[in-house]
């Protein structure tokens, strides 16, 4: 079964930092694209970040510059780390991942990451 984990959050004062993990159950070569979504209470769900196997990786603009991707292929898990956190990041982050084989998306469950003022 292919399934998404995700770990990592939590509450953090603005200014702080958190950094998600998402392990997958397989390799993460097996997908064509892997990204972080996040949605807060009473928004839509927004991409945070796209990384796709091929081209270059685009950040939300309200994260540029505070928010960084990297992956470790050999434990099959991508990482978000999150620099200067706003309160207006809070938010459920969601690990997401597309694979050709099955024509098909997969999600994590989704963490809760909170920033207070």
């Known amino acids: 079964q292919v399934r998404l984990v995700e770990s990592g959050g939590g509450l953090v004062q603005a200014g702080g930092s958190l950094r998600l993990s998402c392990a997958a159950s397989?390799?993460?070569?097996?997908?064509?694209?892997m990204n972080w979504y996040r949605q807060a209470p009473g928004k839509e769900r927004e991409l945070v970040v796209g990384?796709?196997?091929?081209?270059?990786?685009n950040y939300a603009d309200s994260v540029k510059g505070r928010f960084t991707v990297s992956r470790d292929n050999a434990k099959n898990t991508v990482y978000l780390q999150m620099n200067s956190l706003k309160p207006e990041d809070t938010a459920v982050y969601y690990c997401?991942?597309?694979?050709?084989?099955?024509?098909?998306?997969?999600w994590g469950q989704g963490t809760q990451v909170t920033v207070s003022s």
């Open positions: 997401n991942a597309y694979r050709n084989v099955d024509d098909r998306d997969y």
């Open positions: 397989i390799s993460i070569f097996s997908f064509n694209a």
């Open positions: 990384i796709p196997n091929t081209g270059s990786r």
